[in-house]
């Protein structure tokens, strides 16, 4: 398996989580159970009323970060501040709170960076943080670590918020280069847990309903990611759990992505999410890994 397969893999396994979780987005795992079973279709719904394979802002803000990076031929903070601006002009199906209110401050200064803020420690910057993953890829720590935060800020100014989206662009890239999920859970997710104990995932019970609080998110998607073992059993696990479960799938799924490859994606998955953002996916894929 190569490293463009599974860079491809990574970038539909974020839009087809995105898709699979945005129609129990909000939910309990009760309520979910009672309606669903187990929710393991792209049946589109939800309070977004979405067709099947339609995504939500996760994937249309990485496209967003995607297409500015290609365009300046790296992670650019003003450039991406303009891209999610003109996102949000368009009248997206969804936007955070976060999200809209330092785009919106944006606006009204022209500075792409967000004043630091504890309490902005939402997952908003981590479930686009993928672009950054393929750009980056043959970069130093430190420039992979600026990167992140080029992009971040300018909705999210927080060390957890910075911590959660750093640690996930580097498990994209082990996995990238092909080392195992052992690997990922030593030396990155671990590490995570020993410098910021909020994310700490193991010796506390399964994480149900998670909010849109980065800790939350990441706990979740740990436990998925971590405990099954191929793509369809992580994002079907996350979803399950509720609560911003658009965001825990699409983060979950381009983790598996990354590990398993495209050959594990599910046939009947990749044929229902939207083809056109199928396409963009793929081609953002290829190009972005091609980016120094």
């Not at 992670?75 to 368009?90: C, G, I, Q, T, Y």
């Not at 935060?149 to 994209?172: G, I, W």
């Not at 990611?225 to 965001?247: E, K, M, P, Q, W």
């Given at each position: ?24 987005e ?19 719904g ?13 994937t ?15 992670v ?38 967000a ?94 309903n ?34 911003d ?48």
């Amino acid at each position: 398996m190569n490293t463009s397969d599974r860079a491809v893999a990574a970038y539909l396994g974020l839009a087809i989580g995105d898709a699979l979780g945005s129609t129990v987005e909000f939910m309990t795992p009760r309520e979910i159970a009672l309606q669903y079973g187990i929710h393991d279709t792209l049946r589109g719904g939800g309070w977004l009323h979405l067709k099947p394979g339609q995504v939500t802002d996760d994937t249309a803000m990485s496209l967003a970060l995607g297409k500015s990076i290609l365009a300046e031929g790296r992670v650019d903070a003003l450039a991406s501040a303009h891209a999610f601006d003109a996102w949000m002009r368009s009248k997206p199906v969804d936007i955070g709170n976060t999200v809209r209110r330092n785009l919106i401050q944006f606006r009204k200064t022209g500075h792409p960076e967000a004043p630091y803020s504890v309490h902005d420690a939402g997952n908003g910057a981590a479930m686009r943080v993928l672009p950054v993953a393929l750009a980056t890829l043959s970069h130093s720590e430190n420039a992979v670590r600026t990167a992140c935060r080029a992009q971040a800020h300018v909705t999210h100014n927080c060390t957890l918020s910075d911590a959660a989206c750093e640690t996930l662009v580097f498990m994209v890239q082990d996995a990238l280069h092909g080392r195992d999920k052992n690997h990922l859970l030593q030396q990155h997710a671990h590490q995570l847990v020993a410098r910021h104990p909020e994310f700490r995932f193991r010796s506390i019970k399964s994480v149900s309903n998670p909010s849109g609080y980065i800790a939350d998110t990441v706990q979740a998607v740990f436990q998925s990611f971590f405990d099954t073992n191929d793509f369809a059993s992580c994002l079907i696990d996350v979803v399950n759990r509720g609560g911003d479960a658009d965001t825990t799938g699409a983060i979950a799924g381009m983790l598996a992505g990354a590990l398993y490859g495209l050959d594990a994606i599910p046939d009947l998955w990749l044929k229902t999410l939207d083809p056109d953002i199928a396409l963009q996916c793929k081609q953002q894929a290829m190009k972005l890994i091609l980016v120094d």
